[in-house]
């Protein structure tokens, strides 16, 4: 998967279209991503120990892994993501816009 966990990326698809945040987590086997501040949803929760009153919390629900873009670090739009060997050997991900290297 080329969108990893901490990436800054953009969603271009959905009821969250043009939101900007962070990845929080990716889901594998789904092919999802849970993204900070897009696609919120209600959730209603019982009385707990940790929520003593229960009631209705808002949370990220996941995303399409091709409903979101990686944001390029140099230039700040969306980029697609490529793969190459670095100078010391290791396969690194690039943005194709820039040709910046992604941490």
Known sequence: MKIKKGDLVKV???NSKGVQGKVLQILVDADRAIVEGANIVKKHTKPSAAN?????I???????ISNIALI???????TRIGRKVN??????????KSGEEIK
């Open 58 to 64: 808002e949370k990220e629900a996941a995303i399409n």
């Open 87 to 96: 100078a010391d050997g290791k396969i690194v991900r690039y943005a194709k």
């Open 12 to 14: 271009i698809a959905g």
């Open 52 to 56: 003593p009153n229960g009631g209705i």
């Open 72 to 78: 390029d670090p140099k230039t700040g739009n969306t």
